[in-house]
């Protein structure tokens, strides 16, 4: 079945540095990507659609310039925090749509991302 | 702007009592989909439904699709202890996924 790994499953970063996320549709081609953040016991809010070769759509709210979305390929997505502050730190989740699928979206594991 | 309206927010219920879910939307929604995020866990896709009126079963879950297409229904008959987790409706409205805000499954101890 269609598999999206998400990486790092955790990480720890000083304020002000930059981290990476990366998320990978391991056995399906993905057209569309998504980008969610969840706070503790609280519901998916979408940050971003971002389809392969085109420029990630933002929702309302979300810095484009502080959360920078590459999908440069069919598999891979990658989501960057700049400029990290402790108020970033959050649950961040992908998911992704199979090209040619009935568009469900499979899920990476997600990301805890603590800034300290 | 268009929402999916999901309640209630949390529901405890005994091991053996039954569980259901309701999402409304403000929109007529061309699919609904169902997902379950256990504790700790990501969201795992259940189910989607399309048709108008349209009633799928999954062995102890019954997911509905209103008539008008806005709104949808997950029910658990006899819940149990593997069935804890939030579960999320997720419409699809004018090319966008909205979300609803998810339902909590408790089971008391």
């Known amino acids: 079945g269609a598999v999206v790994s998400q990486h790092p499953s955790r990480v720890i970063c000083k304020s002000g540095t930059s981290v990476k996320i990366e998320c990978r549709s391991l056995d399906f081609q993905a057209t569309t990507m998504f980008w969610y953040r969840q706070f503790p016991k609280k519901s998916l809010m979408l940050m971003a659609t971002s389809n392969e070769g085109s420029k990630a759509t933002y929702e309302q709210g979300v810095e484009k310039d502080k959360f920078l979305i590459n999908h440069a390929s069919l598999t891979l997505s990658t989501l960057t925090v700049t400029s990290a502050h402790p108020e970033d730190s959050s649950f961040y989740i992908c998911?992704?749509?199979?090209?040619?699928?009935?568009?469900?979206?499979?899920f990476g594991e997600g990301s805890r991302l603590t800034v300290l | 702007g268009q929402q999916v309206m999901q309640i209630p927010q949390y529901q405890h219920v005994q091991e053996g009592e039954d569980f259901t879910t309701y999402c409304n939307s403000s929109t007529t929604l061309s699919n609904i989909q169902w997902y379950k995020q256990r504790p700790g866990g990501h969201p795992v896709f259940l189910i989607q439904l399309v048709k108008s009126g349209e009633v799928k079963k999954q062995k102890r879950l019954t997911f509905q699709f209103g008539e008008a297409k806005k709104n949808s229904s997950l029910h658990i008959t006899a819940t149990q202890t593997t069935d804890v987790g939030t579960y999320f409706c997720a419409g699809h409205s004018n090319y966008q996924l909205i979300w609803g805000a998810g339902t909590k499954l408790i089971i008391k101890p």
């Open positions: 998911s992704a749509r199979r090209a040619g699928g009935t568009g469900e979206l499979f």
